[in-house]
């Protein structure tokens, strides 16, 4: 069994930032002290004085594209850049080719993620018009959940957030966590009339933030929690992007007895509507950035607990797939290798404390999806652990763009932190840059009680 003891580390957990000394022994955390001085045979030691250790990123939403659409990415590119990130597990979405919507299918990605990915995986079972008996039968220990992101609720016909009496039977039945995209399609589409009518096919980048305004994710929002909440469902709201949906969630529950959970996106968390001025297309995501005061809107929502998490929505295109007239430019774009990175600036920026950002990324996502021994800096716990140099300023030029896609919105960007080494279920499989490629991260269990 490999060892590995890390020294004179800042670990930040469990709201205390300290230095410590970790003793990872296969694929677990053995011990965390004040000090560990007694003698180890065959050790690894790595002296990380002057850098910080947190738990693994764990990150609830990403489309790695696999089968399918690899053209825009695979399993192992994405979870090779998720690594380098810090992301030491990811929960994929339904909308590879073909839809994730039966057991076999999504058996099927399990397989794939066993031999090729770097990082720790579950895939969430797609759920549509056609599905409901199937998808109920998920095994909750094994999948992380049911989710409708990225597919039609029936072929071609909207999203399924605008079908209250189909979530009605769905979120009645279901035992297990459902996590669905919120926007009302028939406001978006009366907005992109109206706007059409104006501009014709060169409609400019800023005006997604206003056919795909605050009001459509509301309404839908408001709809859909109405739903759950009349269910007592497991329902987790993904990628929440305007201020006043945040205030529609609790924070005066203790999170392991939340029924109704909600997420931020990186993207919504540091572009705003500015932005589509320099980067146009590149920053078009479904839901939209949206207005500086969303933004803080939604960092002031984690603050006070009514978001719990904080993940990316990685949804890789090609840079010819991004370019071209507003319908022709696909929504989404690669996220993340710089997502922790993103996060740390606004850490710099006196936004976000390193505990809070732990606990956003790593502890609340593992008590959301009720995970086994992940997320946290333990003993006991599986050794998912990033270390980060916190001042180290360094330039993601092209070249360092891991995607497959090979683009990124933050190219050129100077961070002021930088990922220094990864561990996955205690491999070191990124370390200042080099790659054990051929690590294969576990796929991930939950507690059954969701
Ligand atoms: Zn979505």
Request: hydrophobic share 35%; net charge negative; with cysteine.
């Amino acid at each position: 069994m490999t060892k590995t003891l890390i020294k004179n580390v800042t670990a930040v957990n469990e709201g205390e930032v300290k230095i410590v000394d970790v003793l990872i022994v296969g694929e677990r955390i053995e011990k965390i002290e004040k000090s560990i001085t007694e003698k180890i045979e065959n050790v690894n030691v790595i002296n990380a004085e002057g850098l910080h250790l947190i738990p693994g990123l764990i990150d609830d939403q990403v489309h790695f594209r696999e089968p399918g659409l690899m053209h825009k990415g695979n399993i192992h590119s994405e979870s090779r850049a998720a690594v380098a990130g810090g992301i030491t597990s990811f929960m994929d979405m339904p909308n590879t080719h073909p839809n994730t919507v039966t057991l076999q299918l999504l058996e099927e990605k399990y397989q794939l993620a066993s031999k090729s990915s770097m990082a720790n995986y579950s895939f969430f079972m797609g759920i549509n018009k056609n599905n409901l008996d199937e998808a109920l039968r998920i095994n909750n220990e094994n999948i992380c959940g049911l989710s409708d992101d990225g597919l039609y609720f029936d072929s071609q016909d909207g999203i399924m957030a605008n079908y209250p009496d189909y979530l009605e039977k769905v979120f009645s039945k279901s035992d297990s966590l459902i996590a669905l995209h919120c926007e009302d399609d028939s406001i978006i589409e009366k907005n992109l009339i109206s706007i059409e009518s104006q501009y014709g096919k060169n409609i400019p980048a800023e005006f997604h933030a206003i056919i795909r305004n605050e009001e459509a994710c509301f309404v839908a929002t408001k709809r859909v929690l109405d739903i759950a909440k009349k269910h007592n469902t497991r329902f987790h709201v993904l990628h929440v992007s305007t201020e006043k949906e945040a205030n529609l969630f609790d924070n005066n529950i203790p999170l392991h007895k939340k029924r109704i959970t909600a997420e931020a996106c990186i993207h919504h968390l540091w572009f705003t509507d500015k932005d589509y001025k320099t980067l146009g297309n590149h920053i078009k995501w479904n839901p939209s950035i949206k207005s500086e005061p969303n933004k803080i809107g939604l960092l002031q929502a984690l603050k006070d607990h009514k978001l719990d998490i904080i993940a990316t929505d990685h949804a890789p295109h090609t840079i010819a797939e991004k370019n071209g007239n507003y319908f022709e430019s696909k929504s989404g774009g690669p996220l993340v290798q710089h997502a922790l990175l993103v996060l740390f600036e606004l850490y710099h920026q006196n936004k976000i404390s390193l505990e809070q950002l732990v606990q956003n990324t790593s502890h609340n996502v593992a008590e959301i999806y009720r995970m086994k021994d992940r997320g946290y800096l333990r003993e006991g716990y599986y050794a998912d652990l990033v270390l980060i140099d916190l001042n180290k300023t360094w330039t993601a030029t092209q070249q360092t763009i891991l995607y497959k896609c090979g683009w990124s919105p933050f190219t050129d960007y100077e961070f002021k932190s930088k990922v220094v080494g990864t561990f996955v279920n205690g491999a070191h499989v990124y370390d200042k840059g080099v790659f054990q490629d051929d690590a294969t991260g576990k796929r991930l269990l939950f507690n059954k009680e969701r």
